[in-house]
């Protein structure tokens, strides 16, 4: 792509039309950039950037997880009298010493078991092999430790806090994750109904739906520097996972204006025309509207960024660091460009906004059917038409733009060449998962994507359906294999019915469930992420170090073990 087009790209698509200052070595607080949040502590201004350039602390998120000891206002008071008294040049240790003094390290949760836990949920009993009933035991078994409540004082001054107070308990992921982070709340709350969680799991709906409340979408996490992206939009998938469990049609009649205020949200803000071949399509992509460095990651997203001298360049690197963060894949080669359109695998490169992507737009396309039907049950026919139209229309448009015949799969699309990304990415069955195609033709899409599994090798991953075959030391790449990816490619191979695309995701489960249980007998812990090739051990990559915990690997191996290791239907595995 010649460079003046992609400089009328950055311009016209994503960019705001006046050009960021030149980034100096002072704090990022240029009027014309859009900030990650309103907070001058947690997300923008001259303290944020002197302790985060200084690396006193190894994890960027360390600081901005840190409550404040007295008012916003005298900190920031007392930060200009500091820097004053240091020539504006600090020691680290000088720095270090005042972050101590105004800061507390993170205290705004305590420990919370639900009360509806229990030891034996029912699904147990029908596990006939002994060590997955073990295992699944186990599992449940680590839903109280996940447990956590905010604080009253969080309520009390909310200002002294990053994290944004909700009302009912959490299930937090595990590790440095102490909020809730949006799409992973989908297989923590899976996991919890199998668990007979059910009340635990309608609290954390209701505190998403808090979120659509009060900010019109649910943020990436729970903390004030997440308020300038989403993640993947799977909220009315959590409400139909809890109406399948309950039948409680009446409490989603009360709910129904949030979820579709969030999914107005997708539609009004994350929207974009895309015209081929003289037709025009109406497709979701990931953007985040800020163009500063994200600050629980900053010190990292200046040194990607610093490659590029020009100032809209450089903007748009950040947009595209919290683009590639709003799609749940931080980071992968996904989102990666060269010159030609091609993979770069290196981050600087990412421009996660030029996706229109698979996954995104077959959870939407998923979610207005499941809208439309929660309409129908409550008997309004007008509400229910208009969603399912729209549901038809993005079903279309997926089959159009993103299938590609020739290779039997979806692929997300390049905006900016009007072209197919060819590569393999997990990502690409999310259509077979969410039903997202003709259904009538399910055995032909089951086995055209069976050939594409088998075309690309996937199966001689023991250890995982890896997240892309490009291995580059980004944590969404080649060797790292994510629970819901699994899941995507496993469930939906298995539910096209396809005998070979059943066969698939039979030893694909096999294998997952193996990895999950070896690397829980030599660790006696569950992982955000596995290594594909090295079978039940931790993977790798990325920002910060692999954590344990883990709740979305809890949910997805639960789910698992109940689809495939029950009733008999598998009496061994490895």
């Known amino acids: 792509m010649k460079k003046l087009t992609l400089l009328v790209y950055l311009i016209t698509l994503f960019c705001t039309p006046v050009l960021l200052n030149p980034i100096q070595t002072s704090a990022l607080t240029i009027s014309d950039s859009i900030q990650s949040c309103d907070s001058h502590i947690y997300c923008q201004g ?25 008012s916003p206002e005298l900190i920031l008071q007392s930060f200009d009298n500091f820097m004053n008294s240091t020539n504006n040049s600090p020691t680290k240790e000088e720095l270090l010493e005042f972050v101590n003094i105004h800061f507390t390290p993170s205290n705004e949760l305590e420990e919370w078991s639900p009360n509806d836990f229990t030891e034996n949920p029912k699904f147990l009993e029908k596990i006939m092999n002994e060590e997955i009933k073990q295992f699944a035991s186990d599992l449940v078994k680590i839903w109280p430790s996940l447990g956590r409540k905010v604080k009253s004082q969080v309520f009390k001054e909310p200002e002294k806090y990053s994290l944004i107070g ?36 309608k609290g954390i709906i209701e505190n998403l739906l808090y979120m659509v409340e009060k900010y019109e979408f649910v943020p990436n996490g729970g903390r004030v520097y997440y308020l300038n992206r989403s993640q993947p939009p799977l909220l009315t998938h959590m409400v139909g996972l809890y109406l399948n469990y309950t039948g409680d049609i009446e409490w989603v009649q009360k709910i129904l204006p949030l979820l579709e205020k969030e ?17 025009t399509y109406y497709l979701a992509h990931y953007a985040s509207n800020s163009d500063t460095p994200r600050p629980e990651s900053y010190y990292e997203d200046i040194n990607t960024c610093e490659y590029f001298i020009q100032n809209i ?9 919290k683009s590639g963060a709003e799609s749940g894949w931080d980071f992968s080669s996904r989102w990666f460009f060269d010159q030609d359109g091609g993979v770069k695998t290196n981050l600087t490169h990412i421009d996660a906004q030029r996706v229109i992507p698979v996954d995104l737009n077959a959870f939407l396309c998923s979610a207005f059917r499941q809208l439309a039907s929660f309409h129908s049950k409550l008997g309004d026919t007008k509400k229910s038409i208009k969603w399912a139209q729209l549901s038809k229309e993005w079903l279309s ?32 069955f999310v259509p077979l998962w969410t039903g997202s195609y003709n259904v009538v033709l399910r055995n032909k899409y089951g086995q055209r994507a069976a050939d594409y599994f088998n075309t690309n090798r996937i199966g001689e991953f023991k250890g995982g359906i890896p997240a892309s075959l490009d291995d580059n030391n980004e944590q969404w790449d080649l060797p790292n294999a994510w629970p819901p990816l699994q899941e995507f490619v496993i469930l939906g191979l298995w539910n096209t019915g396809n005998k070979m695309a059943r066969k698939i995701a039979l030893t ?67």
């Open 263 to 279: 999914l107005n949200y997708w539609l009004n803000q994350k929207t974009i025309k895309v015209e081929k071949n003289q037709k």
């Open 166 to 201: 909700v009302p009912n308990g959490v299930i937090i992921p595990g590790g440095r994750f102490r909020e809730f982070y949006y799409w992973d709340s989908y297989w923590i709350i899976k996991g919890l109904l199998l668990s007979e969680m059910t009340q635990t799991a």
């Open 46 to 70: 001259k303290l944020l950037d002197t302790v985060q350039r200084s690396r006193i602390f190894s994890d960027s998120k360390t600081f901005v997880d840190m409550s404040l000891n007295s």
């Open 397 to 428: 448009s997926i089959e159009e733009l993103l299938y590609d015949s020739e290779d039997g799969i979806w692929y997300d699309y390049d905006m900016v060449l009007q072209r197919h990304r060819k590569m393999f990415f997990p990502s690409n």
């Open 313 to 321: 360049e450089r903007k748009h690197c950040f947009q595209g660091l």
């Open 508 to 574: 694909s489960a096999d294998q997952w469930i193996y990895a999950n249980l070896k690397g829980f007998k030599e660790q006696t812990a569950m992982f955000e992420k596995y290594d594909a090739i090295k079978v039940g051990q931790y993977g790798g990559g990325g920002e910060y170090e692999v954590q344990k915990g883990f709740g979305w690997t809890n949910g997805v191996a639960l789910n698992l073990i109940n689809i495939f290791y029950t009733n008999n239907r598998r009496r061994k595995i490895g």
